[in-house]
């Protein structure tokens, strides 16, 4: 019994020589001693397990020496924590590597030049310009379209290489090109009260009286009598006298647009020249803010046809026989 506990008392004196001899010891900045194993550290400091089994406080690395930092750093897991704080002196500074700066590849700017030999030097460029060129002659027709000028002559002059943009631009700004009507080309002539003559057969017939108006009807018994009745007078709307908008349809043809005209408007049409043809409405179909619908006859069918207000250069409201 004694000599087995003699036999512990041995082993916990050979252990704690073991611990004390393993125990580190560290030389503080401040004067303390601190001696014991690491159980702890991050970047504030480390913690230190005592030979009496307590842990003291931790420790800043600011508070060791160079050489406790250096016998630290050796532990490849302290290393980088401690690393800050080490001193580098001039023969470990000339040993370390010049650091060698790579400059990257860049793409070289391109030579200033001019806009147009900027645009010609790329395939972007040059597709813009053709590009531009089309719309421009585009834009000719369309303005000759909506101007009734000659389509050749606009389009011709917007095809001129950079004096062209001016042709759609100088085209729009004239005045709607119009057209003289079939009425304003033909002389007027002298209308009169029809003069009736008859002839009896086999007798020479009577030649028209003196002062008788051209084209008076001669009645002959035996064949039918026949007379002749003066149609409506045409009335002739252009634009730039009128403004042709939905109002003005409305006050001015109202029986145009019922399915069932009136017999003092049946047999009246309203003949439509326009920038795009010439159209012989029999009926308004329907109106919109910015165009007309007409009903036309296309041989023994009618067809609707849409009108924009801004095409419209002529309206004529006549007989459909005149």
């Known amino acids: 019994m004694r000599t087995t506990y003699c036999t512990g008392i041995a082993l916990a004196l050979v252990w704690l020589a073991a611990v004390i001899a393993r125990a580190d010891t560290y030389q503080l900045l401040d004067g303390q001693t601190l001696s ?3 159980v702890s550290f991050n970047e504030s400091g480390l913690v230190v397990r005592l030979a009496d089994g307590k842990y003291a406080d931790r420790v800043p690395w600011t508070k060791f020496p160079q050489d406790d930092l250096k016998k630290l750093g050796q532990n490849p897991k302290i290393m980088p924590l401690v690393e800050p704080f080490l001193e580098v002196s001039q023969e470990e ?15 070289e700017r391109p030579q200033v030049q001019s806009l147009f030999g900027a645009l010609f030097s790329s395939s972007v460029g040059v597709f813009v310009l053709i590009l531009i060129y089309a719309a421009n002659i585009y834009a000719a027709f369309e303005v000759a379209v909506f101007r009734s000028q000659p389509k050749v002559l606009v389009c011709g002059l917007a095809a001129i290489p950079l004096v062209g943009v001016l042709s759609p631009i100088v085209f729009l700004s004239l005045p709607t090109r119009t057209e003289p009507s079939s009425e304003e080309l033909v002389a007027p002539e002298v209308t009169a009260a029809a ?16 002062g008788a108006a051209p084209g008076s009807l001669r009645l002959i018994p035996g064949e039918g009598a026949r007379s002749t009745t003066s149609l409506p007078v045409t009335q002739v709307f252009q634009r730039g006298a009128y403004t042709f908008n939905r109002r003005f349809f409305e006050t001015k043809f109202p029986g145009f647009f ?12 309203l003949v439509f020249k326009s920038a795009r043809g010439e159209y012989v409405g029999q009926r308004i179909s329907r109106i919109a803010a910015n165009d007309i619908h007409l009903t ?8 609707e046809v849409m009108v924009p207000f801004t095409e419209i250069q002529e309206i004529q409201l006549k007989h459909k026989d005149a």
Do not use: N
């Not at 500074?93 to 793409?107: E, G, N, Q, S, Y």
């Not at 019922?258 to 049409?269: L, N």
């Not at 036309?296 to 069918?301: D, L, M, R, S």
């Open 195 to 210: 003069v009736q003559t008859f002839s009896v057969p086999g007798t020479p017939a009577a030649e028209p009286a003196a």
């Open 93 to 107: 500074h000339a040993k370390r590597p010049d650091i060698k700066v790579r400059i990257p590849l860049r793409l």
């Open 258 to 269: 019922g399915i069932i005209r009136r017999d003092a408007e049946k047999d009246m049409v």
């Open 36 to 38: 014991g194993d690491v």
């Open 296 to 303: 036309v006859q296309k041989g023994p069918a009618s067809e």
